[in-house]
């Protein structure tokens, strides 16, 4: 909460590292790690000695079978990692060369990246300071100004280029106002791919993250709730794409029993049996890691819920988050202090980090078309991710 | 060593499988699997217990510089397969959207793929009966008569796009006669980029595969000499290329210790901790599985030699092959008996494989520009692979 008593800025640093030291215990804190107390060996002796450590393997059905169980969603395809799950799933979803994609321009730089992949170009859209997320009422008006409809197509009038989808993103496992999002993708003939890279765990309104668009999209890098060293997984309700995803993951050969043809430019992508063993043993024990990180929420929320120029980041109404990463957001009057804090937690050995810079900032992207992100600027200096590993909020620290 | 004298369809079938059988013994053959009989358990152990299984990790480095020691190239860039090694070696290499890129027609269509990735073109060119690689003499030729230079750029006549580079394929781990392909591609101002997948191991005239051209790529799929579960190696020479290549390969991230900034358009694609950690204890056995390899081929050489319409594919000239798959080829005048062949061994519980189809004739690639490939089209009605994994050639056997 913000009131109007504050700090000065290395006042205010030294009071919140002392704030979430008092969560976290002494020591050097990283961001995030990952947590390996359950089959984690037993899974991956069981793969080697079976021989089967590449992509043909048992470990990734069974992996793909677990998410489709944990998030509902009626296919779940395991890939390399979540950017080139992304990838194709834009591909699977008719994103063409030349297409624009809108993108939030708060992001982690691969949700642009796979649109360029694709031949296409990201087009930038504001946040909303609830969810972090698209806001889809800005959206709708934005698309108002620049969009016009033909055929069911949407154009932009300014670059004459087809708008072809929406990109959701999940910012820290917390969840978009999805029904908002998707009123305007369809108003406006959108296709949804749901960017669920941070968000495996994540329900709003009983529906887990990346299962209400036309395909979703999870990651498994080392530094999410959960990993398979790398990894990612492609989630979708419909049949037909999830045949299409595995086709195209895996060079797009045609089955024989020994003859290559091919019917398309395929891509080599899917999970090795080795990296899904890791997950299959990590999806145990995803219930007990959303559980902790709620606990760490709470230890957070408690302890700078008297700290007058902090608050920490909530979930959205309606939202069961993971708390992927815990954030802390500045008032608005001390978001000049945000590198002070970084350069200060940093020397007593916490690694907090601001969120990213925004992708219409970043070099490749700076020249791409964007709406006004008045909102996202305004976050961007104001948000801290602070020490958020799993094991943090266990009841052993 | 082909003589006139010659079976019928069937009995040659059935003479085949009986030599095979006599080298490899009872029981269902597959063509290729992989062998784990070194550390690989005691280094995933180690690599789970460090906590470190994703992109930041030791095993990372000490794999890259195994294989730096093992092929004698100064850099190796561990990525997370060869498809993804080879696009990023042709972005690297300087492919620009809409160049051309010289490409064997005889090749697994992972070649192709990474040249469309790039938003270039394959041209396709023919092979010769030696080392299945592509033949110098005849790319000279045909470069003679469709393409022009200018300012140092070779530029093809018919379609008026640049042809930027060269990628000569190992074939089955037998080494392209580089000596030759290199000095075309410096007549006409290529880039060389070896596809050296299937050739870990594998030396000519004292030079590792992959280490001549600009860049080299290798592949550590399931059915490859080692296996990493999914994975692939960049070699370069060059220490500017390789600080790209690192750089390109992790999402082309500025070093910082909080702030995310990127200065191009990046990947995701090194390879994860937990996959180097497999592949470290792999490369360690190499020397084993090449030496058994050799062995398989000289069982198979002897129990062919006496057979007229067949011969066991040797090493080239001046070359130490690694043998990754044993190839048998039938004498031109029993080429029709591929078919026959196949079928017949595949009933009896062998999984022999003719090599792929030709690239320029796959759906995607059949309008590609292609110089004639006579011999790579007869090769292809002549080659078939036979069992090959290493511990076929063992001692246990
Ligand atoms: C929002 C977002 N999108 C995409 C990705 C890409 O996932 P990966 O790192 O598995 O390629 C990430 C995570 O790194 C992410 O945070
Ligand atoms: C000639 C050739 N090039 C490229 C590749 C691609 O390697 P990977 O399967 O690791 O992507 C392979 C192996 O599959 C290959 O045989």
């Known amino acids: 909460m913000f009131d109007s008593m504050s700090n000065d ?116 859209v504001d946040s909303e300071g609830e969810s972090l997320g698209i806001d889809a009422e800005k959206l709708r008006d934005y698309l108002a100004s620049i969009a016009r409809q033909q055929n069911g197509i949407c154009l932009n009038r300014h670059t004459g280029r087809v708008i072809r989808a929406l990109v959701p993103m999940h910012v820290f496992g917390h969840m978009c106002d999805m029904d908002a999002l998707l009123a305007v993708a369809e108003e ?3 296709v949804v791919v749901e960017d669920a890279a941070e968000a495996l765990g994540s329900f709003r309104d009983g529906s887990h993250a990346g299962t209400r668009g036309l395909f979703g999209i999870l990651s498994f890098n080392g530094n999410k709730i959960l990993t398979t060293g790398g990894g990612g997984a492609i989630l979708t309700n419909n049949a037909t794409l999830a045949t299409k995803a595995r086709h195209l993951t895996t060079t797009a050969k045609l089955p024989h029993p020994w003859r290559y043809r091919h019917d398309a430019v395929g891509y080599n992508c ?24 709620r606990k760490l929420f709470a230890r957070y929320h408690d302890a700078f819920s008297s700290m007058p120029d902090v608050k920490i980041l909530q979930e959205p109404a309606g939202c069961h988050s993971n708390y992927w990463l815990q954030t802390l957001m500045l008032a608005p009057d001390q978001a000049g202090q945000q590198e002070t804090l970084l350069e200060y937690a940093q020397d007593q050995g916490l690694k907090l980090r601001p969120a990213w810079e925004l992708l219409n900032h970043q070099t490749p992207y700076s020249d791409m078309p964007s709406m006004p992100t008045d909102v996202a600027e305004a976050l961007q200096q104001r948000l801290i991710n602070l020490p958020s590993g799993a094991d943090l909020g266990g009841d052993h620290v």
């Open 270 to 293: 899917r999970m090795p049996n080795i990296n899904a063993a890791l997950g299959y043993a990590q999806l145990e024990q995803l219930p007990v890691f959303v559980e902790n990180k």
């Open 188 to 190: 406006y003939g959108l």
């Open 9 to 124: 800025g290395n006042n205010l640093a030294a009071a919140i590292v002392t704030t979430i030291r008092d969560v976290v215990g002494e020591g050097d804190k990283v961001l995030h790690e990952p947590v390996f107390r359950g089959n984690e060996w037993a899974c991956l002796k069981e793969c080697l000695d079976s021989g089967y450590v590449s992509s043909v393997g048992e470990f990734v059905s069974r992996f793909e079978e677990a998410l489709q169980d944990y998030t509902g969603a009626a296919h779940a395809i395991a890939v390399v990692n979540g950017t080139e799950a992304l990838h194709m799933a834009l591909l699977l979803a008719g994103v063409e060369p030349n297409d624009e994609v809108l993108v939030p321009a708060l992001s982690f730089i691969a949700t642009a990246n796979a649109v360029t992949y694709c031949g296409a170009v990201p087009h930038f």
